[in-house]
């Protein structure tokens, strides 16, 4: 069965950092682009960045440009969103998701989903 992970979540004054990790079991991890999507009350799940397997491309929302980096890292089964300059327009509710080989930054593409993990900026 598939498994994800997330942790790294918390409360952060605007203006700092946050790293987020997704652990996966290694029969997710080979072969299945990751991505993070985040979900703030009462709006829609949203794409915010994806990595293709094994790491040649990234893909970003508009949004955290230069601000996010998605990396992983193969040999832990687990990939990682470092969130900086932080803005309280990111507090939301984010998820680690898999599915196979490409990256598509549709939400009801992505056939695996962690249970979330909070991140509040503060003002």
């Known amino acids: 069965q598939v498994q994800l992970v997330e942790s790294g979540g918390g409360l952060v004054q605007a203006g700092g950092s946050l790293r987020l990790s997704c652990a996966a079991s290694?029969?997710?991890?080979?072969?299945?682009?990751m991505g993070w999507f985040r979900q703030a009350p009462g709006k829609e799940r949203e794409f915010v960045a994806a990595i293709s397997w094994p790491a040649g491309r990234t893909e970003y929302v508009d949004s955290v440009k230069g601000r996010f980096t998605i990396s992983r890292d193969n040999a832990k089964n687990t990939v990682y969103l470092q969130m900086n300059i932080l803005k309280p327009e990111d507090t939301a509710v984010y998820y680690c998701a898999a599915r196979k080989y490409t990256i598509v930054t549709v939400t009801t593409s992505w056939a695996y989903w962690g249970q979330g993990t909070q991140v509040t900026v503060s003002s």
């Open positions: 290694e029969r997710t991890f080979s072969n299945y682009a």
